[in-house]
């Protein structure tokens, strides 16, 4: 059998160069199809469509101000920040942007439900149902009577779920909380719509709502012992393990063991 004999040299050179030329011009044909796709007007996002249950934002305001900051056309944009986009737009909570050939976006928004204010007075910041922190302008809360919530950041959850458990505690009483704070040291105090002030004290959430609920069981026998309503009520203090101190109207301050029968008053 005759053995088969390598290309000459030249040969060989010849089919590399070709070889290479051939890569080349294919790759140039990428390149060029690529700016084709980038830049021909058939592929622009022609329509952005908002879903979702709006609020305090509506589709035409939400589409021209995110629309700017969108790069590329349907193939090419960048679907996390166009999601990251409409996030920032204030009382957004979540967006989900997907593609809808040919040339749409579809965005469905959900919108923060505000359930309380955070933080001092001075500020921005509002709590959301899920217990999430928020930037928003405070002038487009529609939901009247709010509280405010105070406390360590990363604790904004916690004071939310507290809230819950103390606002029905004070409802018999025709009262409720205007302001709930959990301090540094993990107390809680708050101050009710009459403008009482609390100190409810620390421990587990249901020692706080023992405690309180003790408190606002006996409240009313222990005003009237002093010919006062519930609503005289200026301050009290719930620290105490047999009972809490309060100072009522009229009255100073007042001591009240567990079992409700002040203990000493004197009238002002």
């Known amino acids: ?82 999601r990251d986009a409409f996030e920032q737009v204030p009382w957004v909570r979540r967006a989900q942007v997907r593609r809808v050939y040919p040339g749409s976006l579809q965005v469905e928004l959900q919108e923060h439900d505000a359930a309380a204010y955070w933080g001092p007075e001075s500020g921005s910041a509002l709590v959301n149902t899920q217990g999430e922190v928020f930037e928003a302008n405070v002038g487009d809360v529609e939901q009247e009577g709010l509280p405010r919530l105070m406390g360590p950041d990363g604790s904004s959850a916690e004071v939310l779920r507290m809230h819950g458990l103390l606002a029905p505690v ?9 302001t709930l704070e959990l301090t540094g040291r993990g107390g809680w105090r708050t101050v009710l719509d009459s403008g009482a002030a609390l100190e409810l004290g620390g421990g587990t959430p249901q020692e706080v709502v023992q ?14 012992q002093y010919g006062r309503r519930v609503d005289a009520l200026e301050s009290a203090d719930l620290r105490h393990a047999d009972g809490y101190a309060l100072r009522l109207r009229g009255v100073s ?13 004197r009238t002002r």
């Not at 059998?1 to 140039?28: E, I, K, Q, Y």
């Open 1 to 82: 059998m005759t053995a088969t004999l390598p290309a000459p040299l030249d040969v060989r050179l010849m089919n590399w160069t070709a070889s290479a030329l051939f890569m080349g011009f294919a790759l140039c044909v990428l390149a060029a199809g690529a700016w084709w796709v980038l830049r021909y007007p058939g592929f622009a996002i022609a329509r952005i469509v908002v879903q979702g249950e709006l609020v305090h934002n509506n589709a035409v305001t939400l589409r021209a101000n995110v629309a700017p900051h969108l790069a590329g056309n349907f193939f090419t944009v960048d679907l996390r920040a166009a």
């Open 170 to 178: 004070f409802k018999p009483l025709g009262l409720e909380i205007e």
């Open 211 to 224: 405690r309180t609920q003790r408190f606002a069981r006996t409240l009313t026998q222990v005003a009237a």
């Open 253 to 265: 301050t007042t001591a009240a063991p567990a079992g409700g029968t002040a203990a000493a008053a």
